[in-house]
């Protein structure tokens, strides 16, 4: 079983569209899951099982958002 720094885990799904965005499901158990995308312009986002959340728009722009609700942004340069 794959692991990452959230512990092992199960891929529920994933695949890529015909527009190239590729997504991906992660199960790791106890209603423990995660999800990320990336799309064929660069922007890209995590879901992660902490319920943190991170968005790229692909051209420095960012968005972090903690599991306690704090949000944090960056912009691009």
Not at 13 to 32: A, E, I, K, L, V
Request: glycine residues 16%.
């Amino acid at each position: 079983m794959p692991k990452s720094s959230y512990g092992s885990y199960n891929t529920a799904s994933s695949g890529t569209n015909g527009q190239g965005n590729h997504y991906c499901n992660r199960d790791y158990g106890n209603g423990s899951n995660s999800y990320h995308y990336s799309n064929s312009n660069g922007s890209y986002y995590y879901s992660n099982p902490n319920g943190s959340t991170y968005y790229n728009s692909g051209n420095g722009a960012s968005t972090y958002t903690s599991p306690s609700g704090g949000v944090y942004k960056s912009s691009s340069k």
